[in-house]
């Protein structure tokens, strides 16, 4: 398996500008995860999904994130507009909730977000 | 809430144990675990350990659980190189989410 797949994997963009972050859990896990990492606040859990379905969201910092997962291969995470305080590495994990494995999260290997 | 502490810093010689410590607060905890984070990488899941455990050993890797006094420790024998990094201890408290510390970043000296 390719483990959790995140895209792009580095991103620069300017203040103002809309930043969308994509995640591939792997195949047969059915919960996603978002976090956030930062040196001021360490690893930050925004959002957690269950079968496509947003559980909760109460770690998303502001109305200018929003993310979705339309299917159970992919899933984004939207940052409109962006502001330099969004600078930091953003996350995304995956588990499956039933059987073999399902007291692990897998992470993928993050989005290094960069807002001048 | 819950809260999970680690000691930010830790330094020792090549050879040498490492034991990295991590106190939780949730008693309910079902599941405690390491992970390792290398320079510009993610997370990578080291071991974990079942809160009815005591103790669980994975090569060099050692987890120690002290479920009455809410304390987890990693002990790394024969430190190398290459273990330089940051650990994270994590909770798993409910039905999905982890909770996870500040991390440790190791620093291994030649």
């Known amino acids: 398996d390719a483990g959790v797949i995140q895209s792009p994997r580095h991103e620069v963009t300017e203040m103002g500008q809309e930043v969308t972050l994509r995640c591939k859990p792997i195949?047969?896990?059915?919960?996603l995860f978002w976090y956030r990492q930062t040196m001021m606040r360490g690893l930050e859990l925004l959002i957690y999904?269950?079968?496509?379905?947003?559980?909760?969201d109460s770690g998303m910092p502001e109305d200018r994130f929003s993310a979705k997962m339309p299917n159970a291969s992919f899933s984004t995470l939207k940052i409109q507009p962006s502001e330099p305080r969004d600078s930091a590495v953003y996350f995304c994990?995956?588990?499956?909730?039933?059987?073999?494995?399902?007291?692990?999260?897998?992470f993928g290997p993050g989005t290094r977000l960069l807002v001048l | 809430g819950e809260d999970v502490e680690q000691s930010l810093f830790l330094s020792v010689r090549e050879g040498d144990s490492s034991v990295i410590n991590c106190t939780y607060t949730?008693?309910?905890?079902?599941?405690l675990y390491w992970y390792k984070q290398e320079p510009g990488a993610g997370l990578q899941l080291l071991t974990y350990?079942?809160?009815?455990?005591d103790m669980k050993q994975d090569q060099r890797l050692t987890v120690l659980l002290n479920k009455k006094d809410k304390h987890l420790s990693l002990r790394i024998a024969d430190t190398q190189t290459g273990d330089s990094a940051i650990y994270f201890c994590?909770?798993?408290?409910?039905?999905?989410?982890?909770?996870f510390g500040t991390g440790t970043r190791l620093t291994v000296i030649p």
């Open positions: 994990a995956s588990r499956r909730t039933q059987g073999p494995g399902q007291e692990t999260q897998y």
């Open positions: 999904f269950n079968n496509n379905v947003p559980i909760d």
């Open positions: 195949s047969g896990h059915n919960s």
């Open positions: 350990i079942f809160s009815n455990m």
């Open positions: 994590a909770e798993k408290a409910g039905a999905n989410n982890l909770f």
């Open positions: 949730d008693s309910s905890s079902t599941y």
